[in-house]
C-alpha cells in the first residue's frame, strides 16, 4: 500500500505561479512512473504531465512550457511548478502511481482576479 499526500494548492492571480508536491509512502517510489493529473467541475479527470522512474517526461499541449514536473527520489517526493496560471487551469490536481492503483486525495488550484 503506497500513499500519495499532495500539498501546495490554493488560490493564485492569472498570471501567477504555484509549486505542487506529492510524498509518497514506501520504499519503491523510485520505481514508480508519476503523473499529475487534474479535473475541474463537470470534466473528465486528465493527465497533465507524467515523469517516468528514470526522469523522462511528457506534458499535455495544454501546460507545455508553463508547467514543469521533477522528482527527488531520495525524498520520495515529485513536484509541479506551475508558471503563468490562467483561470481554466482552476481544477483539483492529484497525484498518481501510473501503472499502479494510487491516488492522493487531492489539492485545489484556483485561478482567479
Known amino acids: 500500500q503506497v500513499q500519495l499526500v499532495e500539498s501546495g494548492g490554493g488560490l493564485v492571480q492569472p498570471g501567477g505561479s504555484l509549486r505542487l508536491s506529492c510524498t509518497a509512502s514506501?520504499?519503491?517510489?523510485?520505481?514508480?512512473?508519476m503523473g499529475w493529473y487534474r479535473q475541474a467541475p463537470g470534466t473528465q479527470r486528465e493527465l497533465v504531465p507524467s515523469?517516468?522512474?528514470?526522469?523522462?517526461?511528457n506534458y499535455a499541449d495544454s501546460v507545455k512550457g508553463r508547467f514543469t514536473i521533477s522528482r527527488d527520489n531520495a525524498k520520495n517526493t515529485v513536484y509541479l511548478q506551475m508558471n503563468s496560471l490562467k483561470p481554466e487551469d482552476t481544477a483539483v490536481y492529484y497525484c498518481?502511481?501510473?501503472?499502479?492503483?494510487?491516488w492522493g486525495q487531492g489539492t485545489q488550484v484556483t485561478v482567479s482576479s
Open positions: 498518481h502511481t501510473l501503472g499502479v492503483p494510487y
Open positions: 514506501g520504499r519503491r517510489f523510485s520505481t514508480y512512473a
Open positions: 515523469i517516468g522512474s528514470a526522469g523522462s517526461t
